[in-house]
C-alpha cells in the first residue's frame, strides 16, 4: 500500500498539541530501571493484525488523521482486547512477571487484587482483556485468565479489583469524573496511541499508509517513525477507526526488525451502551477485602490517589524522588527519541564481575559489560528499553542503543 502523502511532523504535530501533556519526555523515559518492562509496554504500539481486504476510504492527511484521534468522542463501547508483548526479556518460567508485580505492587499493602499490582502482568506475554465504558463514571476491565479472572470496576466514586484465584478484593473511592483506574498501565489501543502522540516532534515521520479492517471496521493506518538514528524505536503503526476516530490497533516494531514488540488491539467492539449492570459490583462470601486508605497506611504512605491507586507520596523518611537515597535527581541527554534519562542510586551500582562464581554468571546472563571514561557499568537490554548502570551507582535509560548509552555516559563525565 502507498502512502496518502508524505507528510512530516511539522504539521502532524500542530494537529496532535491538544493531546500532548508536558510532561510527554518524563512519561516516555523517566522511569526506574526496576520497571522497565512497564516502560516499554507505556510507549509501545503494534503492526495491526487486519481483516482480509482493504476499504477504500476518502484520502486524510497525516494532520488530518491525528487531528480525527484528538477530536475522537467515543465514551460509550464494549469489546475484546488482545494484547502480546514481547520485550526479549529472560525467560525466568514467570519470575519475570512477579519481579514487576512487586515492583510496582508494593504499594498496594500486599493485596493480589491491587490494579498497581495486577495490571502489570500485561508487560509480558499474551493477554485477553474484556473492557466496557459508559461516560467518565463507569469502566471495567478484565483480565482473563487460566480457570481465573481479574477485574478492574471504576462506578461512580467506588473502584473495586476482584482476583478471583486469591478471592481477593481491593476497594478504593475516588472523585466523580476521575480518570479510569489504573490508568497509568496501559490496557486499550486508545492509550497506548495518546502516548505515542505525545512523541511527535521535529524529530519524527508522520504518514497515512493506506487502510485496513480491523475487528471488522474500517479504518486508516497512521504511522509514526523516528527521524533520528540511534533510536530502538523502528516504528509505530495505529489503525484509526474511520468512523469514530477511536485507534484500534497499535504497533510498535523495534529498528532491530523482527515481530512487534507490543501488539495491542481490539478483536470485537461495539458502541453501544453498555447495560448498567457490567458495573455492579459487590465482594464475594468469604472474600477478604483491602481497603486502599488501610493499605497505604500499612505500607507508610499516603492516601491513594485520583484514580485509586496508592499514592506516592505523604512517606515518612522519602524525599520527592521516593525512598531516602534511592535516587539522585534525575536529568534528560538530548532530545527526541534520543533522548537519554540520567539519575543516581544509593549504593556503588552493581557488582564488577570477578572471574568466576555463580553471581558472575547470574549477572552476565542479563548483561553487557562495557567501560569508558566513566569507568565500568553494565548495560541491560529489551528490544525497545536499554539501561546502563556504571560502577558509580549512575544509571542511563532510554529507548536508545546500547551505544548510544555508553557516548551519554562518557559526555556526561
Known amino acids: 500500500m502507498a502512502p496518502f502523502d508524505s507528510e512530516d511532523s511539522t504539521t502532524a504535530a500542530a494537529a496532535a498539541g491538544d493531546v500532548r501533556e508536558p510532561r510527554r519526555r518524563f512519561a516516555r523515559y523517566g522511569v526506574p530501571v526496576t520497571v522497565m518492562g512497564v516502560a516499554a509496554a507505556a510507549i509501545g504500539l503494534v503492526p495491526a493484525l487486519a481483516d482480509s481486504g482493504d476499504p477504500d476510504l476518502p484520502k486524510l492527511t497525516a494532520a488530518q488523521l491525528v487531528q480525527k484521534i484528538a477530536e475522537s468522542d467515543v465514551e460509550q463501547l464494549s469489546g475484546t482486547v488482545k494484547i502480546t508483548t514481547d520485550l526479549g526479556l529472560p525467560d525466568l518460567g514467570g519470575l519475570e512477571s512477579g519481579l514487576l508485580s512487586g515492583a510496582v505492587g508494593g504499594a498496594g499493602g500486599g493485596s493480589s487484587a491491587d490494579p498497581s499490582a495486577k495490571l502489570t502482568e500485561l508487560a509480558t506475554g499474551t493477554h485477553t482483556l474484556r473492557v466496557a465504558a459508559d461516560g467518565p463514571d463507569r469502566q471495567k476491565v478484565s483480565l482473563l485468565e487460566d480457570a481465573a479472572e481479574y477485574s478492574l470496576v471504576h462506578d461512580g466514586q467506588d473502584v473495586w479489583g476482584y482476583d478471583s484465584r486469591s478471592n481477593e478484593v481491593y476497594h478504593a473511592t475516588v472523585d466523580e469524573g476521575a480518570e479510569r483506574p489504573g490508568k497509568d498501565v496501559p490496557a486499550t489501543p486508545k492509550d497506548f496511541a ?220
Open 194 to 413: 495518546e502516548e505515542a502522540l505525545k512523541a511527535v516532534d521535529d524529530t519524527t515521520s508522520v504518514t497515512v499508509d493506506g487502510t485496513a479492517r480491523v475487528a471488522g471496521r474500517d479504518a486508516y493506518r497512521l504511522v509514526v517513525k523516528p527521524r533520528q538514528s540511534g533510536s530502538t524505536v523502528g516504528a509505530i503503526s495505529v489503525a484509526v477507526d474511520a468512523k469514530t476516530g477511536l485507534p484500534l490497533k497499535f504497533t510498535l516494531t523495534p529498528a532491530s526488525g523482527g515481530a512487534a514488540v507490543v501488539d495491542v488491539g481490539f478483536t470485537q467492539v461495539g458502541f453501544a451502551k453498555p447495560d448498567a449492570s457490567t458495573f455492579d459490583f459487590t465482594p464475594p462470601k468469604g472474600a477478604k477485602v483491602t481497603e486502599a486508605d488501610q493499605a497505604a497506611e500499612a505500607a507508610g504512605k499516603g492516601k491513594p490517589g485520583k484514580d485509586g491507586t496508592p499514592a506516592e507520596d505523604g512517606r515518612a523518611g522519602h524525599g520527592a524522588d521516593g525512598p531516602a537515597g534511592e535516587l539522585d535527581g534525575m536529568t534528560v541527554i538530548g532530545e527526541g527519541w534520543n533522548t537519554i534519562a540520567t539519575f543516581g542510586t544509593s549504593g556503588e551500582g552493581l557488582p564488577a564481575p570477578t572471574g568466576g562464581g555463580d553471581l558472575d554468571g547470574f549477572l552476565g546472563s542479563f548483561g553487557d559489560q562495557v567501560k569508558g571514561g566513566f569507568g565500568k557499568g553494565t548495560v541491560f537490554s529489551t528490544r525497545l528499553i536499554n539501561a546502563l548502570v556504571t560502577e558509580d551507582g549512575t544509571v542511563y535509560v532510554g529507548a536508545v542503543t546500547k551505544d548510544a548509552l555508553v557516548k551519554a555516559a562518557e559526555s556526561a563525565r
